[in-house]
């Protein structure tokens, strides 16, 4: 990694706490935060004051730009020097973060394996993967002639700190704050302190070490000079009793583990079981085809996907969650649609769970009406909601935290068109790759509603249907829908007429007919087809001969050019449905005017930046990596376009990441490389895919 790329923020969090340990940006707050859509607003020190009294430590805390070289003097009556590492190796990989600097090294462990179905799986296979907890392995290697003390200590101005109580029968050594927060080591050599700052625990003001008044707070080691020693420690979280609102649940951890005292223990007791299983990740990251750039954007998002999963319990069975990145929406089902590819890799369960959830609680039927007779209502049918509630605040049934009435096409619209074909298109896929009957039996009668739905939404005189959406729900109160780019312009933020959501009504027909026909309903099956035929040939039949390409709305107006009329492609294609994508298969026209469209305009005339970087929408200066990614793989699994195979994309794409991006860990959302929404997000998993390349 280039050095002006080694100082940025990740997550490291465990899976389903939706707890994050956000480090990494040079002169930043950052610390251990639980249920937060930010970087913690604390300080991590990490480092050792040598044999000459120096603090060497490395630059993760708020002011550390100002401190490089300076004495401090402090109210706490300490004057020591301190020197800020500022040349620092960074070691980025999927499952570890390694950081190294003269005379110390760290490497923060956070493994990722299956989470498993907890209605079928094991005890203590669902200990091991709910446990709350960070693992952390801390190396000094003092070469001079003189004692050193390293340390490893988290500050905040809220926190207040105690010692580990009832550690000695586990050896369990550190602190602790508010039962909810915690440091611990079973080394022998490693001491508790929490005091006003390093330095004022380090000049020995007073003789107590856990002076409970101090903000600051962590573990203590003595290094002999000559002498390499290495730290194991871990950070856990925990929040006890229920910790969501209007449908009361728990985190599934609280089942397996009574309190923060027995989740470090058992981290602690782990270690080296966890440290192994991030190895296998690691392993499985660098051996793939993917460049060194693909391979930093993978463990970039994968990092940021855990960090805003919770596993919950509603007091009966478990509740998966998916938290919008820095908005806290929950199970945004546009989101959800996106990262359907790494949860169906990783716990097919999860996205059962939230397609059930959706069904129970956030499913609606609406009417709807043509924007040139607003009055006049018609049956819509079924649809999903945007969302199912924010910062842990469940929405009422039938309702989202973010749609909101009266809006023309414009941010907190309705989605209802995007969010049916969105669920369609995750239970299309589900079925295919699991092979869950059962589960597309008990789906039958929703899935024959929302063909109905979508065909409605087409128009209500089957006669008059041309394959594309041209009704509005009547829940925008005369106002238009939006899709998941709800920050764009026409080109991709309108819904009605939209061919990127066309693209999507196309697939989801295609996920209806699979399901259908594998269930024995012909002609529901057949209903399907022909509306995705009819989708089809609408589109391929308006790639314009004088554009080049296919205008990004079907209005008679339009002249954007946007990338994601292809992503679609990606739903028929990831169900096994080859043909539906092929050249020589039944929608062949549409697959050759896509691939028209695209070569005609991914340049910098329209829809790439000149680093190569791509960009959605050649009238918009706003794009989602996400989508980018998806696209990415779509561009050159599904149409083979060698055109999509630029290392230098890559290359633009990570340093959004660590150079546009740095204080916010994953963002998805830029604007010429610089971050303007979607901030610690979890989305950009859809680059899992790459490795199917």
Not at 40 to 61: K, S
Not at 177 to 206: E, T, W, Y
Not at 217 to 231: C, F, Q, R
Not at 503 to 512: D, E, P, Q, V
């Amino acid at each position: 990694m280039e050095q002006n790329q080694q100082f940025f923020h990740a997550h490291h969090s465990p899976m389903g706490a939706l707890a994050s340990f956000t480090v990494g940006e040079f002169g930043a707050h950052g610390g251990m935060g639980l249920e937060l859509g930010a970087p913690y607003a604390g300080n991590v020190f990490i480092g050792y004051q040598d044999g000459e009294g120096v603090v060497n430590a490395f630059p993760f805390y708020k002011g550390a730009k100002d401190q490089s070289e300076r004495y401090v003097q402090k109210d706490d009556v300490s004057s020591l020097k301190e020197h800020i590492f500022e040349d620092v190796n960074r070691d980025y990989r999927w499952a570890t973060d390694g950081f190294a600097a003269p005379g110390i090294s760290f490497k923060i462990i956070t493994p990722f394996f299956d989470i498993p179905d907890p209605q079928l799986a094991q005890q203590q296979k669902l200990q091991q993967a709910c446990c709350p907890a960070v693992y952390v392995e801390l190396t000094f290697d003092n070469t001079s002639d003189q004692d050193w003390t390293g340390f490893f200590a988290l500050q905040g101005d809220e926190l207040r700190w105690n010692k580990l109580i009832d550690g000695g029968e586990q050896g369990l050594v550190g602190v602790s704050c508010r039962d909810q927060i915690g440091i611990a080591s079973q080394h022998p050599n490693a001491r508790a302190f929490s005091h006003f700052s390093v330095q004022s625990a380090l000049s020995k003001m007073g003789n107590n070490e856990c002076f409970m008044l101090g903000p600051t707070a962590g573990l203590m080691i003595d290094v002999k000079a000559g002498e390499k020693v290495t730290v194991p420690l871990v950070l856990g979280f925990y929040l006890a009793g229920n910790v969501t609102y209007n449908r009361a649940m728990q985190y599934y951890y609280t089942q397996h583990f009574t309190g923060l005292q027995q989740v470090l223990a058992y981290a602690v007791n782990h270690f080296d079981d966890y440290a192994a299983i991030a190895q296998q990740n690691d392993q499985q990251l660098a051996a793939s085809k993917l460049n060194q750039h693909q391979q930093f954007l993978v463990a970039h998002a994968t990092r940021s996907y855990y960090g805003s999963t919770q596993w919950l319990f509603d007091g009966t069975e478990s509740v998966w969650v998916v938290n919008e990145g820095e908005y806290l929406m929950m199970n945004t089902l546009d989101l959800t649609v996106d990262m359907l590819f790494f949860e169906l890799q990783q716990n097919p369960w999860t996205v059962k769970n939230t397609l059930e959830q959706f069904v129970n609680h956030y499913s609606f039927y609406d009417e709807i009406f043509h924007p040139d007779q607003p009055e006049k209502n018609y049956r819509g049918g079924i649809s999903f909601t945007h969302d199912m509630g924010v910062a842990n605040n469940w929405s009422p049934k039938g309702q989202s935290s973010y749609e909101m009435a009266g809006l023309d096409r414009a941010c907190f619209s309705h989605m209802t068109y995007e969010q049916l074909t969105n669920w369609v298109l995750c239970c299309g896929v589900y079925i295919s790759k699991t092979g869950d009957a059962q589960f597309a039996t008990e789906q039958r009668g929703r899935l024959i509603d929302c063909l109905q739905s979508l065909l409605n939404r087409d128009h209500p005189d089957a006669e008059k249907r041309d394959g594309i959406m041209s009704f509005e729900s009547a829940r925008t109160e005369q106002g238009g829908e939006i899709t998941t780019y709800d920050s764009l312009d026409h080109s991709l933020g309108q819904a009605r007429g939209n061919i990127y959501l066309a693209g999507k009504s196309w697939a989801a027909y295609l996920a209806i007919a699979k399901v259908m026909q594998d269930l024995g309903e012909q002609q529901q099956a057949e209903l399907a087809l022909t509306a995705a035929q009819r989708c089809a040939d609408k589109l391929a039949d308006s790639l314009d001969p004088q554009l080049g390409y296919i205008p990004a709305v079907l209005d008679g107006h339009s002249s954007s050019a946007i990338i994601p009329a292809i992503e679609a492609l990606v739903y028929p294609y990831e169900m096994g449905l080859l043909d539906a994508v092929s050249e020589q298969g039944p929608y062949a026209r549409y697959i050759s005017a896509l691939k028209t469209h695209f070569s005609f305009i991914l340049n910098e005339n329209y829809c790439l930046y000149a680093d190569g970087a791509w960009k959605l929408s050649s009238t918009a200066d706003n794009s989602w990596v996400s989508k980018i990614y998806l696209n990415q793989y779509v561009a050159r699994k599904v149409l083979k376009l060698d055109i999509a195979d630029n290392v230098a994309s890559d290359a633009a794409h990570q340093r959004w990441q660590t150079i546009g991006a740095s204080q916010h860990a994953c963002c998805d959302q830029f604007s010429s490389g610089k971050p303007i929404g979607s901030l610690y997000y979890p989305r950009c998993v859809t680059n899992i895919l790459w490795l199917q390349e």
